[in-house]
């Protein structure tokens, strides 16, 4: 498997180029004013931080709300509030600070994903397409987005693609890496029942329930030790929060691709909220049922389950598009044998 401590030079040699890239385009958009963001969810991450710290809950306010327009709700598990507040205690007050903190640990994610994907081929014999791929990520408009608007992104996705990477080889750290990355952003819930489903294929028959049962504490250790304390202060606002996702009106945000049942709702109003998601559900039904019945690769079915989450998920952000992106390098050279130096060093990850 992928060895994060026997860097060859020429792998070096690649990297390089591509972290001077990166740090070029990131540094384009850290001259960015602090004001321009305002309107961007890292302006409001900021915000809910700043809340905390207050005594204010940031949960509360949905219930003020219809649960379907949304008016910047805190919809994400709370690491990232709690990590605002933490990084405004340790004296960095006004967003533009926040800003000034923020940036570079983004731009360690966004390289850290470049530098897995380079791994990943290299490994395999396949310096230049492997260069290529990563440079799809370094530098795709999709990625550029998400470094204009600074979103949580990178850090969610460098996460659970390690968290992929290890699954084979260190299980129980990467469901923790897993848990990180849904405790920053939870777009990837949806492939947890494909982690339960390995989980369940790998273990001895007689221990298969116990396994289970460790891995779903492992994977919710971090959202669920970061919730406790909202949970306990208000749980009805935590819950109506992250579930405000599932039921948000879909024709506030990208109208020109909508999905089906954006379609229909237009003649069948009903089709509206977890109604609306039952297509997209069922097809994600079957992805599991095809990794549990069928010989198909982790990373084929988690490229298409985000897929799936991409084309019918009733609310469409620009954001979205690079989780199934980042996983697809990985599921198209999967099945590739590693190199004959890489096999003799093999147990290093």
């Not at 972290?19 to 321009?36: E, Y």
């Not at 205690?89 to 800003?99: T, V």
């Not at 406790?228 to 606002?237: G, V």
């Amino acid at each position: 498997m992928l060895s994060l401590y026997r860097l060859d030079k020429k792998y070096c040699l690649l990297l390089l180029p591509l972290v001077l890239a990166g740090f070029l385009i990131h540094f384009k958009f850290w001259l960015t004013p602090a004001d321009a963001l305002k309107n961007q969810d890292i302006y409001f991450i900021w915000l809910e931080g700043k809340r905390i710290i207050s005594g204010e809950n940031p949960y509360a306010r949905v219930l003020l709300g219809d649960m379907r327009n949304n008016d910047k709700y805190a919809t994400y598990f709370p690491l990232a509030y709690l990590f605002s507040a933490l990084v405004q205690k340790l004296g960095f007050l006004e967003f533009r600070d926040w800003l000034y903190f923020w940036r570079p640990i983004s731009f360690s994610f966004h390289i850290g994903i470049v530098a897995l994907i380079l791994r990943y081929f290299q490994i395999r014999g396949l310096w230049i397409i492997g260069f290529v791929a990563s440079t799809i990520i370094l530098l795709g408009r999709w990625s550029i987005y998400i470094v204009r608007v600074h979103h949580l992104e990178f850090a969610a996705i460098f996460f659970l693609i390690l968290s992929l990477v290890l699954l084979k080889e260190k299980t129980k750290f990467s469901l923790l890496m897993f848990s990180i990355s849904l405790g920053i952003k939870q777009i990837a819930i949806f492939l947890l029942p494909l982690y339960l489903i390995y989980i369940w294929k790998n273990a001895a028959k007689n221990r298969r329930i116990k396994h289970i049962i460790w891995g779903f504490l492992i994977i919710f250790s971090i959202p669920f030790l970061t919730s406790l304390p909202f949970l306990i202060w208000d749980a009805e606002a935590f819950f109506k929060s992250i579930l405000f996702s599932g039921t948000r009106l879909a024709s506030s945000h990208i109208t020109d691709a909508p999905s089906v049942d954006v379609i229909f709702s237009q003649k069948y109003p009903w089709i509206v909220g977890l109604r609306a998601k039952l297509l997209m559900l069922f097809l994600m039904g079957m992805i599991y049922l095809s990794f549990l019945k069928e010989k198909v690769s982790m990373f084929v079915s988690s490229t298409i389950t985000m897929m799936i989450f991409l084309y019918f998920n009733s609310v469409l952000f620009l954001q979205y598009f690079l989780w199934s992106l980042c996983i697809i390098p990985f599921a198209l050279v999967e099945l590739i044998p590693l190199s004959s130096q890489q096999n003799k060093d093999r147990p290093n990850f």
